[in-house]
């Protein structure tokens, strides 16, 4: 799959989302776009690009970008980071806000809302050190359809077995005729909004934890360049950032850098925190 058409789109996926598509990724143009083709009465991915081109619909612009981005998520995904939150963030971070008694996290490119429910359940078992306090989760995510999904909180059997442990699921998940639906305690803790990425992060306000996995790796240097200045600039001296286990910051930004001895986790460069266990 090549010529203008082809090189329209790939122009058009970077402006709008910062996602790169190269030639090379024809055949993921072609799998994530013939749903679309076949809906819109279209004979090829090929005539739904040109369609694209030639008249740019919207509404059609909006599904095509949804669908090339990838919603791949699981509650507690890859384990680790999560951990980390709970013995080498929380912590501290209790421990010097005890004066103003609150916490916000934001969690960027959230998908279908398993990570920030995660983060709420870890709040939640945390609940005797944060009795009085002020816990936001703010999760956002440039697909309005997959915010929705994530905003519902129902999943079915295989996304909640995928991550969760039998007591968790127990604890915070009730059957509903579609699958599981997430308790309303944690829903919430979670406020869910349609944000991208590339808009900055201009009133979303301080966040004190940043959660932004396994989605720069998609971006090209420049964006990512973009993004991690302005979370940077959203984060407080003493503020930590998960990056996936597959990103780094190296070549990228000076603003931030990794935490010694903790894989995935950052700070404003020259600021330690504290590794309690």
Same mark, same amino acid.
């Given at each position: 799959?090549?010529?203008?058409?082809?090189?329209?789109? @790939?122009?058009?996926?970077?402006?709008? /989302?910062?996602?790169?598509?190269?030639?090379?990724?024809?055949?993921?143009?072609?799998?994530?776009?013939?749903?679309?083709?076949?809906?819109?009465?279209?004979?090829?991915?090929?005539?739904? +690009?040109?369609?694209?081109? #030639?008249?740019?619909?919207?509404?059609?612009?909006?599904?095509?970008?949804?669908?090339?981005?990838?919603?791949? /998520?699981?509650?507690?995904?890859?384990?680790?980071?999560?951990?980390? +939150?709970?013995?080498?963030? =929380?912590?501290?971070?209790?421990? #010097?806000?005890?004066?103003?008694?609150?916490?916000?996290? %934001? @969690?960027?490119?959230? /998908? #279908?809302?398993?990570?920030?429910?995660?983060?709420?359940?870890?709040?939640?078992?945390?609940?005797?050190?944060?009795?009085? %306090?002020?816990?936001?989760?703010?999760?956002?995510?440039? /697909?309005?359809?997959?915010?929705?999904?994530?905003?519902?909180?129902? $999943?079915?059997?295989?996304?909640?077995?995928?991550?969760?442990?039998?007591?968790?699921?127990?604890? %915070?998940?009730?059957?509903?005729?579609?699958? %599981?639906?997430?308790?309303?305690?944690?829903?919430?803790?979670?406020?869910?909004?349609?944000?991208?990425?590339?808009?900055?992060?201009?009133? =979303?306000?301080?966040?004190?934890?940043?959660?932004?996995?396994?989605?720069?790796? $998609?971006?090209?240097?420049?964006?990512?360049?973009?993004?991690?200045?302005?979370?940077?600039?959203?984060?407080?001296?003493?503020?930590? =950032?998960?990056?996936?286990?597959?990103?780094?910051? +190296?070549?990228?930004?000076?603003?931030?850098? #990794?935490?010694?001895?903790?894989?995935?986790?950052?700070?404003?460069?020259?600021?330690?925190?504290?590794?309690?266990?």
């Amino acid at each position: 799959m090549t010529g203008p058409d082809f090189d329209h789109f @790939c122009r058009l996926i970077r402006q709008r /989302s910062g996602l790169v598509v190269t030639p090379e990724k024809a055949y993921l143009v072609a799998s994530r776009l013939s749903p679309i083709a076949r809906a819109e009465g279209l004979a090829s991915v090929e005539a739904l +690009l040109a369609v694209i081109r #030639s008249s740019s619909p919207e509404p059609l612009i909006q599904r095509c970008v949804d669908a090339m981005a990838t919603h791949e /998520s699981y509650f507690f995904r890859d384990a680790t980071p999560f951990e980390q +939150l709970a013995i080498n963030v =929380l912590p501290p971070l209790i421990e #010097s806000r005890q004066a103003q008694r609150s916490l916000r996290v %934001w @969690c960027a490119a959230c /998908s #279908s809302g398993q990570e920030p429910y995660s983060v709420a359940m870890i709040l939640q078992e945390m609940a005797p050190r944060l009795a009085g %306090w002020k816990l936001e989760i703010l999760a956002t995510d440039m /697909s309005e359809p997959i915010i929705e999904k994530a905003r519902a909180g129902v $999943y079915n059997d295989f996304e909640v077995k995928r991550g969760l442990s039998p007591e968790r699921q127990a604890r %915070w998940f009730k059957p509903v005729p579609d699958g %599981w639906k997430v308790s309303s305690v944690l829903q919430q803790m979670v406020q869910f909004r349609p944000h991208n990425l590339l808009q900055g992060t201009t009133g =979303l306000g301080m966040f004190d934890v940043i959660f932004c996995r396994n989605v720069l790796i $998609y971006f090209d240097v420049a964006h990512k360049r973009q993004i991690l200045d302005q979370v940077a600039r959203a984060m407080p001296s003493d503020g930590a =950032l998960f990056l996936g286990s597959a990103e780094t910051v +190296l070549g990228v930004t000076t603003d931030i850098e #990794s935490t010694p001895g903790i894989r995935g986790l950052y700070r404003k460069a020259g600021i330690h925190l504290a590794k309690t266990a």
